[in-house]
């Protein structure tokens, strides 16, 4: 009988069923037409090609919270090098992996017993930043140093996820002008936030469980950011709880895709027309699962607040406003050991109509 560390098990009523159902009808939107001429600066001027790819990205939003994108221009190299490097790193002695391991003075880095809602997730992650910043702004009573635990081995692990970070970026700046547009707002009204990005890549490796049915590889919850890419390999694990009926459904991985999800930032400035996904990671009890996620994430010294030209007398503010590097530093505190009370989520700061 194996023995299970309570620290992993979930509620009852969080516990994931021993099948789930495969998804049906998550939006798979081709953004070929957009590699061929450029985002345009607003819906008007839209060829009809890229005008769909605008209207499949608000239905998307609208709809699930969180889509598929393929021909997405990041070239399939820099991910394949991606990949390799993580499994790389994972299976490095533990000695190694310690060796850059994170802490709450310096959030980057290794780290194998992360918390989500106060329940430990079965994986062991990396995070990096780049560029490197030289030190956050100081909105924490302080300024905060952040630099990147580089590993010494494998050889090529630091450059093949720079590069990989250069690709989705543009990904993640073009996905962002398309939610613009589909938001009727100008191309590049969102850009501005993102000058002095806090985003982050995270290399997330599930190990096989003996007890998939009491653990989750990440437990239930909703990204805080504005957006996120996320690459999975073909073992999938990655649930989303459906609108329609409350229902986890699995996402199957399409080769050479990128599943994007919208986070609470983007839910807050579109003041409630888009919401976010909440999704959570199944563990397999007998293969290894990794994934890539790039959170982009804005400046910390944004303040997010419903966007002025969404909001009127008819459809006031429903949040107040709260600024982003508090918020992202209470919950990656989080991350680090049970809390007694509840992590910080968007709808405390929702206004009372």
């Known amino acids: 009988m194996v023995e299970v560390d309570p620290a992993f098990v979930q509620a009852p009523e969080h516990r994931p069923k021993s099948s789930i159902a495969a998804a049906s009808g998550i939006p798979v939107i081709d953004l070929s037409p957009l590699l061929r001429s450029p ?5 008007a001027g839209a060829s009809p090609e890229a005008a769909a790819v605008v209207a499949e990205v608000a239905a998307a939003c609208r709809e699930w919270g969180f889509f598929q994108v393929v021909n997405h221009g990041v070239p399939i190299e820099a991910v394949e090098r991606a990949a390799a490097a993580e499994r790389a790193f994972f299976a490095s002695a533990p000695e190694e992996k310690r060796r850059v391991r994170r802490s709450e003075a310096n959030p980057l880095g290794y780290y194998e017993s992360e918390h989500t809602k106060n329940v430990r997730d079965w994986k062991e992650v990396f995070d990096f930043v780049v560029p490197e910043p030289a030190e956050t702004p100081k909105v924490f009573g302080g300024s905060l140093v952040l630099k990147n635990r580089w590993p010494q081995h494998p050889l090529g692990f630091r450059e093949a996820l ?25 191309q590049k009204r969102l850009n501005g936030f993102f000058a002095d990005q806090t985003s982050f890549i995270r290399l997330n490796h599930y190990p096989p469980c003996p007890y998939p049915d ?11 950011g504005a957006l996120t890419i996320l690459y999975q390999d073909a073992v999938g694990g990655l649930d989303v709880k459906r609108r329609s009926d409350g229902e986890w459904i699995r996402v199957k991985p399409i080769p050479n895709s990128f599943i994007i999800n919208v986070g609470d930032i983007i839910q807050v400035w579109s003041n409630d027309r888009y919401e976010s996904a909440e999704h959570r990671v199944s563990v397999n009890s007998e293969k290894d699962r990794f994934s890539i996620p790039f959170f982009f994430n804005p400046a910390s010294y944004t303040n997010v607040k419903p966007l002025e030209e969404l909001v009127d007398e008819s459809n006031p503010a429903k949040y107040r406003e709260y600024n982003w590097g508090e918020f992202f530093k209470t919950r990656k505190d989080s991350n680090f050991k049970k809390l007694e009370v509840e992590n910080i989520q968007i709808y405390h700061f929702r206004n009372v109509v």
């Open 39 to 43: 985002i345009p600066s607003d819906l």
């Open 214 to 224: 009491l653990a989750l590889g990440v437990g239930r919850h909703k990204d805080a």
């Open 162 to 186: 720079e590069e990989y970070n250069k690709e989705v970026e543009k990904l993640a700046f073009k996905l962002l002008e398309l939610i613009a547009l589909s938001l009727n707002l100008p």
